[in-house]
């Protein structure tokens, strides 16, 4: 009898596994603001402080696991920054900070309905950045290159945070519209002791067709005929 109950469960669990949320490939074009908290020093430059509006471009897989659950690896190019106004208590001038970066972001998604919760981990690699600093009439403008290390006055190669937010999801017969928003959560110091971190909000709007195969469809189809085949064998024993 016990062995029937726990067969009864496993094949319960199962069944609902296999109504799973389809698989998309997302593409992502978009043009989005990022920003840079400056920690200690974020209050004094609340009226100096201002978003950067860059490209970011990259693929988003949905892998459904359930029918309300999916995980969903991220690969992005983005153009993050901040501006700071003239006369600010850092750097005294108008200054545009750039990062050219990789997001590598693995989310887990909680489907109800067509609005979905999700929240992950990301993993940012900075490729390269610039700063580009107006002149004022006092100090003199000029566009440098930003260095990468690991010491003060250098900035950091790597990245890393949470993402977390919620969108919604327009269905179509053979594709979807995604309309996402996201909150980006950078744990690191990316100054290197100069307190900057990349924290914002943003909006997506990802253009999806449906994967033609689930990479764990096959792992589940071959796990119900095991048990199937397990459930036959304590009925017919002699078999």
């Known amino acids: 009898m ?45 009226d100096f402080k201002k978003g950067y509006w860059g490209l970011q471009a990259g693929a988003s897989f949905q892998a459904g696991i359930s029918e309300y659950f999916s995980l969903v690896p991220e690969l992005y190019f983005v153009m993050k920054g901040g501006r700071l106004d003239n006369n600010n208590p850092i750097t005294g001038q108008e200054t545009k900070i750039r990062f050219n970066t990789l997001d590598l972001p693995v989310m887990a998604r909680l489907h109800l309905c067509n609005l979905y919760v999700n ?6 690699y900075n490729l390269d950045g610039r700063i580009k600093t107006e002149s004022n009439g006092t100090l003199s403008g000029e566009k440098t290159k930003m260095e990468f290390g690991s010491h003060y006055g250098t900035y950091s190669r790597w990245d890393a945070g949470l993402q977390f937010g919620m969108g919604y999801e327009f269905k179509f017969k053979k594709s979807r519209l995604l309309l996402d928003l996201r909150y980006h959560y950078g744990m690191v110091d990316i100054g290197n002791g100069a ?3 990349n924290r914002y909000f943003n909006m997506n709007i990802l253009l999806s067709k449906k994967w033609k195969t689930n990479p764990l469809g096959k792992k589940k189809r071959q796990d119900m005929a095991f048990w199937e085949a397990y459930d036959q064998n304590l009925e017919n024993p002699i078999n």
């Open 2 to 46: 016990k062995k029937q109950l726990v067969i009864f469960i496993t094949m319960s669990v199962l069944a609902g596994k296999s109504l799973a949320q389809e698989t998309f490939m997302d593409v992502v074009i978009n043009y989005t603001p990022t920003s840079i908290n400056y920690g200690d020093n974020n209050k004094a430059l609340k």
């Open 119 to 124: 929240a992950g981990p990301v993993i940012s």
């Open 195 to 197: 307190d900057m971190y």
